[in-house]
């Protein structure tokens, strides 16, 4: 199985300013990595796949990048409807995995 | 538009049964790959199974392997989880969640870009 460790846990961060949240494979996974965003109540929304793509309707302040083992997603300029949870998730091996997940909250 | 519509969830007593279903609509079912993925009460997200678009390849996490089954109609355009002797920590929200399309069940093009709402399942005596 491959592990995705997630850090940092919690992300404290003030409205516009910049968010940078990581996630590590324990293994390469190639680029075969996916981003989702999650708010109380609702179902997991795509934000980035293939470790650096935009999913359709995901502002351009979303931007991924890495590949192997190591990733990054980060939102340029934080707004209210971004505080959520963020879950990294590779899908190189058939069995799926996914990270712990950064909450990213209000400073 | 695409929409993937659980159903099934409920209370159970540990030991007993339940069958979920999900139904899909808005593309190609019959040429996707199809996930079930669940969220403990306040938890973070484990995937559960996938299976291929043809229903010739199915792969299960451990922590389910032997107890459930996934399964699909692609006449009735319906995927389904068998679940069998259902144990508390299987408690969770039960997603549904579109794959790839055609070929292999993970590799490129094989994130999950819909998602259904969710169906809970309470496993309690």
């Known amino acids: 199985e491959i592990v995705m460790t997630q850090s940092p846990a919690t992300l404290s961060v003030s409205p516009g300013e910049r968010a940078t949240l990581s996630c590590r494979a324990s293994q390469s996974v190639s680029s075969n990595l996916a981003w989702y965003q999650q708010k109380p109540g609702q179902a997991p929304r795509l934000v980035i796949y293939g470790a650096s793509t935009r999913a359709t309707g995901i502002p351009a302040r979303f931007s991924g990048s890495g590949s192997g083992t190591e990733f990054t997603l980060s939102i340029s300029s934080l707004q209210s409807e971004d505080f959520a949870i963020y879950y990294c998730?590779?899908?190189?091996?058939?069995?799926?995995?996914f990270g712990g997940g950064t909450k990213v909250e209000i400073k | 538009q695409v929409q993937l519509v659980e159903s099934g969830g409920g209370v159970v007593q540990p030991g007993r049964s339940l069958r979920l279903s999900c139904a899909a609509s808005?593309?190609?079912?019959?040429?996707?790959?199809m996930h079930w993925i669940r969220q403990a009460p306040g938890k973070g997200l484990e995937w559960v199974a996938v299976?291929?678009?043809?229903?010739?390849?199915?792969y299960y996490a451990d922590t389910v392997k032997g107890r459930f089954t996934i399964s699909r109609d692609n006449s009735q355009n319906t995927l389904y989880l068998q679940m069998n002797s259902l144990r508390e920590e299987d408690t969770a929200m039960y997603f549904c969640?579109?794959?790839?399309?055609?070929?292999?069940?993970?590799?490129?093009?094989?994130?999950?870009?819909?998602w259904g709402q969710g169906t809970l399942v309470t496993v309690s005596s």
């Open positions: 299976i291929s678009y043809d229903g010739g390849n199915k």
């Open positions: 808005g593309f190609s079912f019959s040429s996707y790959s």
């Open positions: 998730q590779q899908y190189n091996n058939w069995l799926l995995t």
């Open positions: 969640a579109r794959g790839g399309v055609s070929g292999e069940t993970y590799g490129p093009g094989n994130y999950n870009k819909y």
